[in-house]
Structures are given as C-alpha cells and as structure tokens.
C-alpha cells in the first residue's frame, strides 16, 4: 500500500529485451484513525476506522499499539483488530495499572508493522470514598464507596485505621481490614469493626492495591466514646 511501482513493455527477440516507456503507479494508501480511548483504572477502550478498499483486506492487518514507555520502542503491545461492514473498530485492553501514563499508536501491518502518530493516555487513578458512623465504646462502621469495574479483580480495596496518624500498609499497628467481602457489584460498602479501646482517638483512610503498590485516600479521624460513671447512690 502506497508504494510506487514502475513498470514497462517489452519485447524479446533471440535472448534480446527492449523495453518501452517507463511508466509507473502508486497503489492506494491505507488510513488508519484511532480516538483517545475511554478509561478506568485498569482499562482503556479505543474506537477508530479504516478506510480501504475491501479487496485489500486480506493482505493487511490492523490494530491499536501501546507501551508505558515514551520512546515507544520496549514493551510495545499490540493487539489487531477487527472491522465491521464500515471499516469500524473498538479495542478494549485490559491489565493496565491504575493511575499511569501510557503511549498508543494505530498500526497497520503488511510483513512488519508501521506505526502511526504516538500519542498518550492515562489511567484513573484509584478513587473511593470513606466515613465513620456508628461510632460507640468499643467499635465503628466504615461506610462508602469505591469507582470499580465489577470484572475487574486485579485491585484490593480496604480500609487503614491506627491509634497512629502515620497510616501505612504492614506498619506496626496499624490494622488493614480488606473490603472483598463486604462491597457489592455497584462498590458500596459497610463494614463494622469491633474491639476498640473506649475513649481513644483513631485515624483511617481507605487504601487500593495493585501489584503490591498501594494508593492511599485522606487521613480522616474518629474518637470511641468514654465510659460514663452512674450514680448508685439512693
């Protein structure tokens, strides 16, 4: 595609060629468009069109490209794609990681692939919400909710709280309570925690983890309630 050829007549008489006028054509070239794609934390959706001559179809193939590395030139993925009646396209790849920049390219291949114009994207970053409610002598309920894909199980969602406003996964503690169980399909959540000491103050956020990188909401506050002496005298 789009490539010029010459070409001409000739004639051969005992083993002797004369050639005609050189003459030559350019064959069609093919466009490729792609859209900034749509995102979550772990996807990228792209739609785009080809525009080309059906007979050609067979002889080329098309898709989107994409690495994390700006030089586009490690780590490049590649995925082909597959074309309504229109010449239409949409590409939906997953397993990115949440919150990255990553570079895409439409690419066509005939032998070996060539890449159109290198642009970037970037995923969501993790985004949840947290409140303590129901707060009493000995426990709390942590409500909110998380933006989640449902299929998508590559991202821990959970809870941090600690006597220690240094919030931290792993650290000395401070007690991680996984939100797996407890949050639905649409990424609402309560979960109630026991066990508290009376009349102390506690620090919380919400954490997501991917890979074993955490990302970690706003450190918020709560205090348990204190024990009220009664008066038994009559």
């Known amino acids: 595609y789009n490539m010029k050829y010459y070409y001409s007549s000739y004639i051969c008489m005992n ?23 749509t ?14 001559e059906e007979d050609d179809l067979e002889s080329l193939s098309f898709g989107v490209a994409w690495s994390s590395d700006d030089e586009f030139s490690n780590d490049v993925n590649e995925e082909e794609v597959g074309l309504d009646d229109d010449g239409a396209f949409v590409l939906t790849v997953e397993g990115l990681k949440m919150g990255k920049e990553y570079y ?37 309920t942590f409500t909110g909710k998380a933006e989640i894909d449902p299929a998508d199980e590559s991202i821990e969602y959970g809870i941090l709280y600690s006597t220690d406003p240094e919030l ?3 650290a000395s503690g401070c007690v991680r309570k996984v939100l ?28 997501a983890c991917q890979d074993g990188t955490y990302t970690y909401g706003n450190t918020k506050s709560f205090s348990t309630l204190g024990i009220v002496a009664q008066d038994l005298s009559i």
């Open 15 to 37: 083993g002797i060629y004369e050639f005609g006028e050189i003459q030559s054509f350019t064959t069609d070239d093919v466009k490729i468009e792609v859209s900034a794609p």
């Open 168 to 170: 931290e996964a792993g």
């Open 104 to 140: 895409y390219a439409p690419y066509i291949c005939q032998l070996d692939s060539k890449y159109g114009d290198v642009k970037k994207f970037t995923t969501a970053a993790a985004s949840m919400s947290v409140s303590a409610s129901e707060i009493s002598q000995t426990s709390v």
């Open 39 to 52: 995102v979550t934390s772990t996807t990228a959706t792209f739609t785009g069109k080809v525009t080309i």
């Open 180 to 207: 797996t169980d407890v949050m639905s399909t649409d990424g609402n959540y309560s979960l109630k925690v026991d066990g508290l000491v009376t009349d102390t103050k506690y620090y919380y956020c919400w954490y």
